[in-house]
């Protein structure tokens, strides 16, 4: 096997860790901040962001921590930002649902659907002004691309030229809504209208599928300063929001889980699972070691920030 | 607890008031996010698609302006809309629609349409809502001539208010609920022959009493009752209550009448004190005659800053019972008054929340 793919392997897995720690943590309620977990939907991030400069810029919704690994946030800050800790990378304010990471150009993730995808045209826009040579990415979900405001981004985008990347996350669900009722039309066909390129990748747990094609749009994008459209099927393993599974519920079925299950490396590689888990973690009980000593912040934070 | 007495939990009221909307008027529709789901709008639409036809309970995409000029469309030709959004917040990118449109299409037009629909929007508090989940948007709302704004404190309140707006009023109904309430129980009269009788679309007075008057929204008209409750039991003071419901329309003369009795005025209102409710209720005694009041005006609501994520800063950023009581008892006895107040607060029922969200 190839160190690509192991590296690949290697981001998804540890969000994955990371994530099931929250969801293991979570009873007792140590973090009091709904959470969106990605499990399921990891090889995204991790196949998209391997692609990034650290100079690239990427928003994304309230379904963040994928994201916000991959792009090279820092753990124990996540943690710390969880716990609701002063050290945390919101300093306790931003909570599970707006992780950022100024360091890193983690830019920010909102819970208002859809509000980040026309900042990230924004920040295309000012590289494009700036000569900056960055590329822009926009993580949003399927239910997202129902929003005015995001057809508007993708109009300005191509109008202007920008060198922005759409990536819609497309687990067919928003909360417990099936893509089928709510979607007239089709993300990936649909972004040609406006003549912006487009791709659909129906793999969503490959990472290094997912890897390669980005590979070349995030050249293109870079190189000719034009906006581009992925879509990519995924699945949700976890209920919208918290940790408990729901596959009992009729909204959608055991089958379709089982089948993604399947097909899901970080599940179906036992050997790679194996060579990976004791070393992540690692890293992860150290994080939450930190974000358990870390300090709440002081009374004074209440009214720090705000202009 | 007497016989006959009636009680009823504030979702179980919605749920009611929907059912009701829904089989009694046949040009009634619910159109929502996820209101057909299994969780029904944290309880308060469960089923109705079911038992109603998925023609008129149904959900919609992900498109807050488009769907609310769309409800705006349809009331203009002959249906009743009910439009939800989980959470206040979301309802900011209908904004246009409401209030350049439902808001104004009466008069605009020179009276000859109506724009009849409720919208229901959810406040949210507690386990780490953070800034974009926990928005008490209502004096944005009454701001605008146009918008009846209501914030229902009780399964009453719901029965009532909604009841009249679907059968009686032909205009656009902003209905601003609070999750937290969702769960409690209330005494409820509604339809019984003694039942008390309020304009749906006015204040309520609650409760009475002779030493200060506490104008309160939501669900601060709970705390506020469990203040006074406190302040009669353990040290004689004794609160009037009047809850705004509406806050468009609230009732000037009993706020008036109160305060001229009591000459102290505390109002507790859910959001920002800076160009609110409280705001507002104080311009109203301002412009009628200050002097009813023996000392300043005091105000309770969150702290002016977005709200933070962390239970630490969030608990901060609400006030609890303890400073509320303490500001009453300060208003009445003065500072320095050496009185002690326990610390309880609801802020520990609050704190018991956890979803769903
Ligand atoms: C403007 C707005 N409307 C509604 C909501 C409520 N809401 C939160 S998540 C969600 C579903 C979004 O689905 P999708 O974009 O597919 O993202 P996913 O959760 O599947 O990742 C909805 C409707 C919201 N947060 N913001
Ligand atoms: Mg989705």
New interface residues.
């Given amino acids: 096997m190839d160190a690509l793919y192991e590296k690949l392997f290697y981001q998804s897995l540890r969000i994955r860790l990371v994530e099931e720690k929250i969801a293991e943590i979570y009873p007792s309620?140590k973090i009091?901040?709904?959470v969106h977990l990605s499990i399921g939907q990891e090889a995204l991030a991790a196949g998209i962001c391997n692609n990034l400069l650290v100079t690239d810029m990427v928003y994304t919704s309230y379904r963040c921590h994928a994201y916000y690994l991959a792009k090279g946030g820092d753990l124990n800050e996540m943690f710390a930002e969880l716990y609701?800790?002063v050290t945390g990378c919101?300093k306790?304010?931003?909570?599970?649902?707006?992780l950022a990471s100024k360091k890193v150009n983690f830019m920010g993730s909102?819970?208002?659907?859809?509000s980040t995808i026309s900042n990230a045209v924004g920040s295309a826009l000012a590289s494009k002004i700036l000569n900056k040579n960055q590329v822009s990415v926009a993580v949003f979900g399927d239910?997202?691309s129902?929003?005015?405001s995001y057809h508007e981004s993708l109009n300005f985008a191509a109008a202007f030229k920008l060198p922005v990347i759409f990536v819609c996350e497309n687990n067919g669900l928003?909360?417990?809504?099936k893509l089928e009722?709510?979607?007239a039309f089709v993300v990936h066909e649909h972004a040609k209208g406006y003549g912006v390129k487009s791709v659909y990748i129906e793999e969503g747990y490959d990472f290094a599928k997912i890897n390669q094609v980005m590979e070349g749009i995030v050249k293109e994008v870079r190189e000719q300063s034009i906006p581009y459209v992925v879509e990519i099927k995924t699945y949700r393993y976890k209920e919208h929001?918290?940790i408990g599974d729901d596959h009992n519920?009729?909204?959608r079925s055991k089958d379709e889980f089982e089948q993604w299950k399947q097909k899901d490396p970080l599940i179906q590689d036992a050997a790679l699972v194996a060579k990976f888990t004791d070393e992540i973690n690692k890293e992860i009980e150290a994080a939450v070691k930190f974000a358990e000593e870390s300090p709440?912040?002081a009374?004074e934070?209440?009214?720090a920030d705000?202009y | 607890m007497e016989h006959n007495e009636k009680v009823i939990k504030y979702k179980d009221a919605l749920l009611t008031s929907m059912d009701d909307a829904l089989t009694r008027f046949p040009g009634t529709i619910i159109m929502g996010q996820g209101v057909d789901d299994h969780k029904g709008t944290f309880g308060s639409t469960t089923d109705l698609a079911k038992k109603h036809g998925a023609h008129r309970v149904f959900d919609i995409p992900l498109s807050e302006e488009g769907n609310t000029g769309i409800g705006i469309g349809a009331a203009l030709n002959g249906v009743y809309p009910i439009q939800t959004h989980i959470r206040n917040d979301f309802s900011l990118l209908a904004m246009s629609q409401i209030v350049n449109t439902a808001a104004k299409y009466k008069y605009m037009y020179g009276g000859h349409f109506n724009v009849p629909m409720l919208i229901r929007m959810i406040i949210g508090r507690s386990w780490g809502q953070g800034a974009q989940h926990s928005q008490s948007l209502q004096s944005l709302f009454a701001h605008i001539p146009g918008l009846v704004v209501l914030m229902p404190s009780s399964a009453d309140a719901v029965l009532e208010s909604y009841n009249h707006a679907v059968e009686h009023y032909k205009g656009p109904v902003i209905s601003i609920e609070h999750r937290l309430l969702y769960d409690y129980s209330f005494k409820s009269t509604y339809g019984e022959k003694d039942a008390a009788k309020h304009d749906p679309f006015s204040s309520r007075l609650v409760r009475k009493g002779d030493d200060v008057t506490i104008v309160a929204t939501s669900i601060m008209v709970i705390e506020a009752q469990r203040v006074a409750d406190y302040l009669a039991k353990e040290l004689d003071i004794h609160c009037e209550i009047i809850d705004l419901h509406s806050i468009s329309h609230f009732n000037k003369e009993m706020i008036v009448e109160s305060v001229k009795k009591t000459g102290n005025l505390i109002i507790a209102d859910t959001s920002w004190q800076a160009y609110g409710v409280c705001a507002e209720i104080s311009r109203i005694i301002c412009e009628h005659d200050p002097r009813m009041l023996k000392g300043p005006v005091v105000t309770l609501g969150m702290q002016p800053s977005p709200c933070p994520t962390t239970k630490k800063l969030e608990d901060l950023f609400y006030p609890d019972d303890y400073t509320f009581t303490m500001k009453i008892v300060e208003m009445v006895k003065g500072r320095g008054h050496g009185l002690s107040v326990a610390k309880t607060s609801l802020n520990e029922t609050y704190k018991s929340f956890k979803g769903p969200f």
Avoid at chain 1, 92 to 98: D, I, L, V
Avoid at chain 1, 110 to 114: H, I, L, N, R, T
Avoid at chain 1, 174 to 177: E, L, V
Wanted: charge should be negative.
């Fill in positions: 309620d009091q901040s709904p609701g800790k919101g306790g304010k931003a909570g599970s649902m707006h909102s819970a208002v659907v859809a239910g997202a129902e929003e005015g928003a909360i417990h809504s009722q709510r979607h929001v918290g519920v009729p909204y709440v912040p009374d934070e209440l009214l705000i």
